[in-house]
C-alpha cells in the first residue's frame, strides 16, 4: 500500500505513524512538505520560549527512521505537485496541510502598518520562510493582541520577555534584534467574551506571572459579571479564574512591564495616526448572553472607548488554505470532510481514497497531543476503506522523484533535514541557544548542494 501525506507537522506525523504501525498491510509512506523543514508549526507556531514542548520531534524522528517512510520537503501541493499527480502514483492521499491563513477583524483599518496579523508575528520570530522579511516596529510602547487563546499569550509574552530570556531560546536572529530595542512596555490583551470563556490554558495563563520584567493586571472589575453558575465551571475554567482572581490581588509590583488582561470589548476600528500607522483601537463594551443551547456570546452595548496604541495583532484563529484541486468547504474554512474522509463540498459524497487530518480537517482546535488519537482515528477509516487498494498497479516508486526533478524541484530528503539540523544547532552554540534557525530556503537549499 503506498500513501501519500501532504504536510509534515503533528497530524501528518502521528498519521504515518499509525500507517506504518498498520501489522496487516505493509505501508510506504511518502511525506511532503512546502518547506525544506519538517514538523509544522512545532517549528514555526510553538513559541521560542517553550522548548520542552518542541521535544515531541522526537517522536517523529523515530517514525522518519521507518524503512517505509521517505520525506520530500521543498514539495508544494499545488505547485510543484498536483492532486492528479498523487492519485496516479499512491493508493490513498491524507491531507495534513494545517491552518496557514489568517481570521480577520474585519473592521475598518484593518490594513494599515502595524496592525499585524498574528500569523505574520509568529511566523516571523519562529524564522517562518515566509515571513523572514515582515516589518515588526516596536518602536510604540503599547500593543493590543486581540484574542482569548493560547496564541494571544504567546504573542504577548514574547513581547514582554527580556533580551535575556529570549537569547538562550531558538528565536530567530533577526527578532532577537528587534526585540532588543523594544520600546514595548505595556501589552493589553483583549477578549470579545469574558474570563469564562477565555480558552487560555492554565499553564500558559499561569506563566504570565512568571516573566522576569513584566507582570499580569487584571482589575478585578474584569472578573465581575460572570455567568456560568459555579458548580458548571468546567476545570480549566476553575483553574483559570483561580489565576486570575490572584492576578488581580496582586499589588501592583516593580517590573518595569507590564500585561493587562481585559475582557468584555470587541475593536471595531483600527484609528490610523499622523505616521499613517496604528496610534489606537476603538473597543465597544460588550455583555454576555446565554443563548439557548447553553452558549455564550457577547453583544454590543453601543459603549466606546478608544485604547491608545501604537500596534494591533489580531490573534483571533486561522484557517485552512485554499490548494488547487482539494475540495474546500467555505463555511468551516477547513478541506471538505466528513470524519476525515474528504468530500465534495456540494454533493456531500465521498472523493474515495482521500483524508484530511489535523487542523485541515477540524479547524484550529487542540494541542499537539490531541492529533496522535485524532489522526490514528482517519487512519482507522482508511483501513477500513482500503481492502483490496494494494492490488491496484502504481507507477514506480521511483517515478514520482523522476517527475519532481523533471519540474526542477530540489527536493529535501530526511537525511537532508538532518544536515540542516545540525548546522543550526551548531549555530546556536554560538549564543548558547538550542538552535540559531535558517530562515530562508535558498540558504538551505545552498548549504545542501555544498554537502
Ligand atoms: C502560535 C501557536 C502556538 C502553539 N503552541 C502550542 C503549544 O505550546 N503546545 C501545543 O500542544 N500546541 C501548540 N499549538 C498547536 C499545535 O501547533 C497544532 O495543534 C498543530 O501544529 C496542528 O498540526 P497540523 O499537523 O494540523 O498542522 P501544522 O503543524 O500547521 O502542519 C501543517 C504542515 O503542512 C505544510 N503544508 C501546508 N500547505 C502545504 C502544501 N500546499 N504542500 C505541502 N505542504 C504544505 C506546512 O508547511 C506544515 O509543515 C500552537 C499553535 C500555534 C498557531
Not at 81 to 102: M, S, W
Not at 345 to 373: C, D, F, M
Amino acid at each position: 500500500m503506498r500513501v501519500a501525506i501532504i504536510g509534515s507537522g503533528p497530524s501528518g506525523f502521528y498519521a504515518a505513524e499509525a500507517l506504518l504501525k498498520r501489522t496487516d498491510e505493509v505501508v510506504h509512506v511518502d511525506m511532503f512538505d512546502r518547506l525544506p523543514t519538517p514538523y509544522g508549526l512545532v517549528r514555526g507556531g510553538v513559541a521560542p520560549d517553550h522548548q520542552n514542548i518542541k521535544a515531541v520531534t522526537r517522536i517523529y524522528e523515530k517514525t522518519a527512521a521507518r524503512p517505509t517512510f521517505r520525506f520530500f520537503g521543498n514539495v508544494r501541493l499545488g505547485k510543484d505537485l498536483t492532486v492528479d499527480d498523487l492519485r496516479r502514483h499512491y493508493h490513498q492521499i491524507v491531507y495534513a496541510v494545517g491552518n496557514e491563513a489568517d481570521r480577520r477583524l474585519g473592521i475598518p483599518g484593518e490594513g494599515v502598518p502595524r496592525c499585524t496579523p498574528a500569523t505574520v508575528f509568529i511566523g516571523w520570530y519562529n524564522g517562518h520562510p515566509d515571513y523572514r522579511h515582515a516589518k515588526i516596529d516596536l518602536s510604540v510602547s503599547r500593543v493590543a493582541v486581540v484574542g482569548n487563546g493560547n496564541v494571544a499569550i504567546d504573542a504577548a509574552r514574547i513581547l514582554l520577555r527580556t533580551p535575556a530570556e529570549l537569547e538562550k531560546t531558538d528565536i530567530a536572529a533577526h527578532a532577537l534584534e528587534v526585540l532588543r530595542k523594544s520600546q514595548v512596555r505595556e501589552v493589553f490583551i483583549l477578549g470579545r467574551r469574558g474570563p469564562e470563556q477565555a480558552s487560555f490554558t492554565s499553564v500558559e495563563l499561569e506563566e504570565l506571572g512568571e516573566m522576569e520584567d513584566a507582570e499580569p493586571v487584571v482589575a478585578p472589575s474584569e472578573l465581575a459579571g460572570l455567568i456560568i453558575p459555579e458548580a458548571a465551571r468546567s476545570k480549566q475554567q476553575q483553574k483559570n479564574l483561580k489565576i486570575l482572581q490572584s492576578f488581580a490581588e496582586r499589588p501592583l509590583g516593580t517590573k518595569s512591564k507590564k500585561l493587562h488582561l481585559r475582557f468584555l470589548v470587541s475593536p471595531t476600528e483600527v484609528i490610523c495616526g499622523p505616521d499613517d500607522g496604528v496610534s489606537g483601537l476603538k473597543l465597544e463594551k460588550n455583555r454576555l448572553e446565554m443563548q439557548a443551547d447553553g452558549t455564550v456570546a457577547a453583544r454590543g452595548t453601543g459603549e466606546i472607548e478608544a485604547l491608545e496604541v501604537g500596534m494591533v495583532l489580531p490573534a483571533i484563529g486561522f484557517s485552512a488554505e485554499r490548494i488547487s484541486g482539494v475540495p474546500y468547504d467555505e463555511k468551516k474554512r477547513v478541506i471538505a470532510n466528513e470524519d476525515g474522509r474528504v468530500i465534495d463540498p456540494v454533493s456531500h459524497l465521498t472523493i474515495p481514497n482521500e483524508y484530511v487530518v489535523g487542523w485541515a480537517r477540524t479547524g484550529p482546535q487542540g494541542l499537539i497531543g490531541s492529533h496522535k488519537g485524532a489522526s490514528a482515528h482517519v487512519v482507522a477509516h482508511m483501513v477500513t476503506d482500503g481492502t483490496g487498494l494494494a492490488e491496484n498497479a502504481l507507477p514506480d516508486p521511483e517515478a514520482i522523484i523522476n517527475l519532481l526533478h523533471k519540474q526542477g524541484v530540489q527536493v529535501v530528503s530526511f537525511n537532508d533535514w538532518k544536515q540542516l539540523d545540525d548546522v543550526e544547532v551548531a549555530r546556536g552554540v554560538r549564543r548558547e541557544s538550542p538552535r540559531d534557525k535558517i530562515v530562508d530556503v535558498e540558504t538551505m537549499l545552498s548549504i545542501l548542494g555544498q554537502h
